[in-house]
């Protein structure tokens, strides 16, 4: 079965400096990979999706993510860190067979100090 | 743009008691989600229904039914709501293709006393 792990759960950073979130997943074939945001009191917004072609991704709001089969990962990644950006980030697989079901990870909330 | 519609925002319910949480959608998706999110463990799927007449068990089903009512509305029904059903509440919806993102509503947050 289809899994997702994202190993940290709080992340903090200081405004203006770079972020990188990990996500790992487990999945047999080529997988669809997702990140979503949740602002507080909010729904999951999608930031970018990996289902093929060139490894790194661009999303919304200067994020992008490298999809890398080897190590089984898909990070995501924003070179400087805005205020604005403190929220709960999800990583999520497409799971194989009927349905386009997601299986998500836990989640990493992200804390941004001024 | 409406987008997925989530009634209502919140609701505090007594054990025992029942209600339906109601979800539309007006993209003209095929496939309707409705997930559970609780701290530290992610959003867990409860139910869907993959295309108009069909559903389907999630992950973690139990003490929970829904109805696909028509191709825009899927709703989630508590028979008889338990403590451990407190949590927040979201509908997803999609065209149904597996590279297509699931598009979330705002949530139902549900306390059961």
């Known amino acids: 079965a289809q899994s997702v792990t994202q190993p940290d759960i709080h992340i903090t950073v200081s405004e203006g400096a770079s972020l990188e979130l990990r996500c790992n997943y487990s999945?047999?074939?080529?997988?669809?990979l997702f990140w979503y945001v949740q602002s507080p009191g909010q729904g999951l917004q999608l930031l970018l999706k990996?289902?093929?072609?060139?490894?790194l991704v661009q999303g919304i709001k200067g994020f992008e993510a490298e999809f890398k089969r080897s190590q089984s990962s898909f990070n995501l990644r924003k070179p400087s860190v805005h205020w604005s950006d403190a929220a709960e980030y999800f990583c999520a697989v497409g799971a194989a067979g009927y349905g386009n079901k997601l299986v998500f990870g836990a989640g990493t909330i992200l804390r941004v100090k001024s | 743009n409406a987008g997925v519609t989530q009634t209502p925002k919140f609701q505090v319910l007594k054990t025992g008691q029942s209600m339906t949480l109601q979800c539309a959608q007006d993209m003209n998706h095929n496939s309707m989600y409705w997930y559970r999110q609780d701290p530290g463990m992610g959003l867990r799927l409860i139910y869907y229904s993959a295309s108009e007449g069909t559903t389907d068990k999630g992950e973690v089903p139990n003490g929970y039914n829904v109805s696909r009512l028509n191709k825009r509305e899927f709703s989630l029904r508590l028979e008889s709501a338990a403590p451990s059903q407190t949590s927040v509440y979201f509908c997803?919806?999609?065209?149904?293709?597996?590279?297509?993102?699931?598009?979330f509503g705002d949530g139902t947050r549900l306390s059961i006393l």
């Open positions: 999945y047999g074939a080529t997988p669809y």
């Open positions: 997803a919806s999609t065209f149904g293709a597996q590279d297509q993102p699931q598009h």
């Open positions: 990996y289902f093929s072609g060139d490894t």
